[in-house]
């Protein structure tokens, strides 16, 4: 299939491609100047094809990139790639180009194409991105396109955010040591500031038979940095209870009590001063909760 559209001035080209926007005023802007853009079309053979000149230039640097480089060319081949990646969208009619296709003939064999045209995909096609990131939100797609439709869905759809993250975090059998759910909890979902984010980060931080510990800790981060006011106390005593449940996760225990200690202090300060137990206390624990009692002023620091 070729695509063809005719070279365009700078100015002429901006005003044909805006950065789209969803109903709510979402916008992904291009990371690239126009003019850069401009400036590598006109240095390609087919300057007739732009659409294709350009996808064929950035599948080759993306097979370079795959190869091997010399030390120090990566970074070089990456912008590069970027560059020609983005430039497609900038094209006149980009939202018509078969992104789809382009993506699920490469995901599995050159990620770093596929991750780069997916968020030139998202800056041509706006809102209308939303299915072909549902579609290709597989466990065996890119990771870092996966982190990036994630956050694209929360913005343009919360709702299919929510839905479609949750089947990642709760449903979903990870690759071996990959950390997706860690980075979809720490780069998207905390990030979010509806309830639809507070109760997901909830359901994480209490899901004991998840084999991921590292995204329950990082679930229970989220939690405390968020600091809403107005669950503040509700979230507390969840953390407070996890403190108690897990007798034998000295990371949940921790990280646990800390938030609870953040965002609702007085329901923790009893086992701080004393007055209630630590149960299952072991000698690590001991020294965090002294720790602890030091940051909160109850011990001095010469004691």
């Not at 969208?89 to 194409?113: D, G, I, K, V, Y």
């Amino acid at each position: 299939m070729r695509i063809s559209f005719p070279l365009l001035s700078v100015a002429a080209l901006s005003l044909l491609s805006p950065s789209p926007r969803g109903a709510a005023g979402v916008a992904f802007p291009s990371t690239v100047p126009i003019g850069a853009s401009i400036a590598l079309i006109e240095t390609l053979p087919g300057r007739e094809e732009p659409a294709e000149e350009l996808f064929v230039h950035a599948r080759t640097l993306a097979e370079r990139v795959r190869t091997g480089t010399l030390p120090g060319q990566e970074i070089a081949l990456r912008r590069r790639l970027e560059l020609a990646v983005r430039s497609l969208a900038s094209l006149p009619n980009a939202a018509e180009l078969p992104w789809e296709a382009w993506m699920e003939a490469h995901r599995t064999t050159l990620p770093e194409l596929t991750e780069e045209l997916f968020l030139a995909a998202r800056q041509a096609m706006g809102s209308q991105i939303v299915p072909l990131a549902m579609s290709l939100d597989r466990w065996d797609s890119p990771r870092r396109m996966r982190v990036d439709m994630h956050q694209t869905l929360w913005a343009y759809d919360p709702i299919e955010g929510r839905n479609a993250s949750r089947r990642v975090l709760i449903k979903e059998k990870s690759r071996s040591n990959s950390p997706l759910k860690a980075e979809l909890i720490r780069e998207v979902i905390a990030h979010q500031p509806g309830m639809e984010a507070e109760a997901l980060l909830l359901e994480v931080a209490q899901s004991s038979h998840l084999p991921e510990e590292w995204a329950r800790r990082e679930a229970i981060r989220a939690l405390r940095e968020r600091n809403n006011r107005q669950s503040a106390q509700k979230v507390a005593t969840e953390m407070l209870a996890q403190f108690l449940a897990n007798p034998n996760n000295l990371g949940i225990r921790m990280e646990a009590f800390q938030a609870c200690m953040s965002l609702y202090p007085a329901l923790g300060m009893p086992f701080l001063t004393g007055e209630q137990a630590v149960p299952a206390s072991q000698p690590q624990l001991e020294e965090f909760m002294e720790a602890m009692r030091r940051r909160y002023g109850l011990v001095s620091d010469d004691s």
